[in-house]
């Protein structure tokens, strides 16, 4: 294999990322929507939503796993397939945060009297934030070892 299919395989990468950074965009969105549908809540379309979300993400990473083993196999890149190790962990992670908060903001929406709520929501905030910057590093991380010569 030559450096083409190993350019190819990262952009892919980067691509399959993308993808992942816009079903967050569209689960955010619909989760809001959800929100105002409130104090009755549409949660069919919401479920339809989560259904087509979370088949997103496991397409996603199927992909992902599958370059990890390419990059580790056909180019002998452990360094990469270890970077991408790290990053499908966070991600889960992040998913993870994702729908607790999504929780916690209807709890909060539905008693605003209880601080506790609101408290809640803003701790998963600050997690969310530190497991982005968590994501960034390893993303930069690969990208650096990644362009640099074999």
């Known amino acids: 294999m030559g450096t083409t299919d190993f350019k190819t395989l990262v952009r892919r990468f980067y691509s399959l990322q993308a993808e992942r950074v816009e079903a967050y965009k569209l689960f955010d969105e619909g989760h809001e929507a959800y929100l105002r549908t409130g104090p009755q809540y549409d949660f069919e379309h919401y479920k339809q939503l989560v259904y087509e979300i979370t088949k997103a993400f496991c397409s ?60 809640k929501v803003r701790e998963l905030k600050q997690e969310i934030i530190k497991n982005t910057a968590v994501l960034s590093e390893i993303l930069q991380d690969f990208k650096f070892d990644s362009e640099e010569p074999e």
């Open 60 to 119: 996603i990473s199927k992909e992902v796993l599958e370059i990890k083993q390419q990059l580790h196999q056909d180019f002998d890149r452990p360094d990469l397939s270890e970077h991408i190790d790290k990053l499908q962990v966070k991600e889960k992670e992040k998913l993870e945060l994702t729908a607790k908060l999504q929780l916690a903001k209807q709890s909060a929406q539905d008693h605003p009297e209880d601080e506790g709520f609101q408290e």
